[in-house]
């Protein structure tokens, strides 16, 4: 694949959060090894797999790749607070925008419960993707709620509806 200048790269953890990403901006597969590329004219989409590790290597060869001015990780969060419904989005980069801020940890393997645990969403690839750009690329981390740090592992298609669900509330910020 050759090196296309984008203005948007979306990052997901998960092919089931990138399926009606791919849907809603039309993209179009352009490499599945080492890992699920998909574009369109404006916007490129690379699927990581969890973790920090993955998430540090996709987004090193996403940028070889793609020249964007934009950035973008979403995907799903565990909730340290009870009282936030399941599907809410929250931005954890931006305090001003029209979609509400919440503040982000990042952790090595998935957390069940909220002890010792200081920030209101928790994922496993938040903090390696802003440590994976550099400052002078716009950088937007949006998380939907998926749980509230219980055992339970949402399915595919659960995690397919919320993202699809707020997708009308972020994607403003892929075509800004």
Same mark, same amino acid.
């Given at each position: 694949?050759?090196?296309?200048?984008?203005?948007?790269?979306?990052? %997901?953890?998960?092919?089931?959060?990138?399926?009606?990403?791919?849907?809603?901006?039309?993209?179009?597969?352009?490499?599945?090894?080492?890992? #699920?590329?998909? %574009?369109? /004219? #404006?916007?490129?989409?690379?699927?990581?797999?969890?973790?920090?590790?993955? %998430?540090?290597?996709?987004?090193?060869? $996403?940028?070889?790749?793609?020249?964007?001015?934009?950035?973008? #990780?979403?995907?799903?969060?565990?909730?340290? =607070?009870?009282?936030?419904?399941?599907?809410?989005?929250?931005?954890?980069?931006?305090?001003?925008?029209?979609?509400?801020?919440?503040?982000?940890?990042?952790?090595?393997? $998935?957390?069940?419960? =909220? /002890?010792?645990?200081? *920030?209101?969403? !928790? =994922?496993? @690839?938040? @903090?390696?993707?802003?440590?994976?750009? *550099?400052?002078? !690329? @716009?950088?937007?981390?949006?998380?939907?709620?998926?749980?509230?740090?219980?055992?339970?592992?949402?399915?595919?298609?659960?995690?397919?509806?919320?993202?699809?669900?707020?997708?009308?509330?972020? *994607?403003?910020? !892929?075509?800004?």
């Amino acid at each position: 694949m050759k090196n296309l200048r984008i203005k948007t790269l979306i990052h %997901t953890a998960l092919v089931a959060e990138a399926k009606p990403i791919i849907g809603f901006f039309h993209l179009v597969c352009k490499s599945k090894i080492p890992f #699920n590329i998909y %574009t369109n /004219e #404006n916007t490129a989409l690379i699927v990581s797999g969890i973790g920090e590790v993955k %998430t540090k290597e996709a987004l090193a060869l $996403a940028f070889k790749l793609f020249s964007p001015c934009r950035v973008i #990780n979403i995907g799903m969060a565990g909730c340290s =607070d009870k009282n936030i419904q399941t599907g809410s989005l929250f931005c954890a980069t931006h305090k001003n925008l029209s979609i509400p801020y919440a503040s982000l940890s990042s952790h090595k393997s $998935a957390i069940i419960s =909220d /002890e010792g645990i200081n *920030s209101c969403l !928790v =994922d496993q @690839e938040g @903090e390696a993707f802003l440590s994976s750009i *550099s400052k002078n !690329v @716009e950088k937007y981390i949006f998380k939907v709620v998926s749980d509230h740090l219980d055992a339970a592992v949402p399915t595919k298609a659960k995690v397919n509806s919320l993202i699809q669900k707020t997708l009308p509330l972020w *994607s403003i910020y !892929v075509k800004i």
